[in-house]
């Protein structure tokens, strides 16, 4: 991964845990097929230092054995997924502590410093000029497919090219971190003990990921992201089991490798999570001055064009209803803290999921951005 990217992967996924309204943000596909056994551990009042066995074992104890916790972990998962124990106490025991993992997970944890959001930085730094000529040469080069999936899941060609494009840029910056370290490291060693649920998440996400590897499906020595995303979409392993697609139909999914299946899988999965074929992104309205009182800070939309007209919301001069005004709505903000300021937007359906990619207003909101730069005859 390349350290421009990385800066702005760091950027990006501290907004994403902060730029939402809601306290959840995590990576694409976090339900699982089943859920194992939560931390033991009950939260501290605080957030705890980092660990700093770096370069250790993830997950055994001084005796060489898997660590009680882990232990449990795996006995659990073999007996519900139906996987030989030994293989999976194997795979455990391979993965090393990644202390950088757990600094870029919780930067809050690691710098002792508040996360500011900033909607203007944010949406400087993925929709730039390079990314959006790499987007066009990747729709140009890509047509086919991208056709193909704009009509089986009525999501059009430039999200999808949008997302791998913020995603990974197209490809090109995939992660570099052990997928298997990532995940043990977070589901054993979550860096804010405030946050139980994401230990628990990446828990799911870590027995998913060793399934999906038991069954051949994925390789142990898979590389993505810190958080465990894979591929040129970025899906975590659990995505990967509900959503992915064999878009070029060789027998395998192959996310880092297969345009065809990334692309696919980005299709399946937004319309899995409520696009709606032909609504835009954004309804083309003119809010009133002040419109926080209807900003719910939620990821489904809970106002109507009725309620909003009201409030003061009209048509933006030559707009026309495309048949959002009968759907449900929702009002976004987008708040730049360092200068207190915020921009609004009249989000529909399909933005919201948008944030079922990435639970963040900042995420969804540039990748909207981002195709609208991509369109071209």
């Given at each position: ?5 990385r800066?702005?992967q ?6 994403m845990?902060?730029a ?7 990576r ?46 795996a ?7 139906g ?18 993992v ?11 410093r ?53 995603e ?7 992660g ?38 038991l069954?051949?499906?994925l390789?142990?020595?898979?590389e993505?992201?810190f ?14 089991k ?41 309804a ?5 001055a ?24 009209r ?21 730049d ?20 990619y ?8 540039s ?11």
């Amino acid at each position: 991964m390349f350290i421009s990217w990385r800066l702005l992967q760091i950027g990006a996924f501290s907004a994403m845990l902060a730029a939402c309204s809601t306290p959840a943000a995590e990576r694409p596909g976090t339900g699982s097929s089943s859920q194992l056994p939560k931390p033991s551990t009950p939260a501290a009042s605080g957030t705890a230092a980092l660990p700093t066995h770096t370069g250790e074992s993830a997950v055994l104890a001084p005796d060489g054995r898997l660590r009680p916790e882990v232990q449990a972990f795996a006995n659990e998962l073999a007996a519900t997924r139906g996987l030989q124990p030994a293989a999976v106490n194997s795979l455990l025991a391979s993965a090393t502590y990644n202390e950088r993992v757990a600094k870029l997970i919780a930067p809050q944890v690691a710098t002792g410093r508040k996360i500011v959001r900033s909607w203007t930085v944010y949406r400087a730094r993925v929709v730039e000029p390079v990314r959006i000529r790499w987007g066009i040469d990747f729709r140009d080069a890509n047509r086919d497919v991208l056709n193909r999936a704009a009509q089986r899941y009525g999501v059009p060609d430039t999200i999808i090219a949008a997302i791998i494009g913020v995603e990974t840029n197209y490809g090109r910056n995939m992660g570099s971190f052990r997928v298997m370290d990532s995940l043990t490291t977070l589901a054993f060693d979550y860096p804010d003990t405030t946050r139980p649920e994401r230990e628990t998440m990446f828990r799911n996400q870590l027995a998913d990921f060793i399934e999906l590897t038991l069954q051949g499906k994925l390789d142990a020595e898979t590389e993505g992201s810190f958080a465990g995303a894979i591929g040129m979409s970025q899906f975590m392993p659990g995505s990967i089991k509900l959503y992915a697609v064999d878009g070029d139909q060789d027998g395998h999914i192959d996310l880092a490798h297969s345009i065809e299946d990334a692309v696919m899988s980005v299709g399946n999965f937004l319309s899995e999570h409520g696009w709606q074929r032909g609504l835009p992104v954004f309804a083309p309205v003119t809010l009133p001055a002040n419109p926080a009182a209807l900003v719910d800070g939620g990821l489904v939309p809970k106002q109507d064009w009725t309620r909003i007209e009201a409030a003061g919301g009209r048509l933006m001069p030559g707009a026309r209803d495309t048949g959002w005004m009968a759907r449900p709505l929702g009002v976004i903000d987008l708040p730049d803290e360092a200068r207190g300021t915020a921009q609004y937007r009249t989000a529909t359906e399909n933005f919201f999921a948008l944030t079922q990619y990435n639970r963040s207003y900042f995420y969804a909101a540039s990748v909207a951005d981002l195709a609208s730069a991509l369109e071209q005859p």
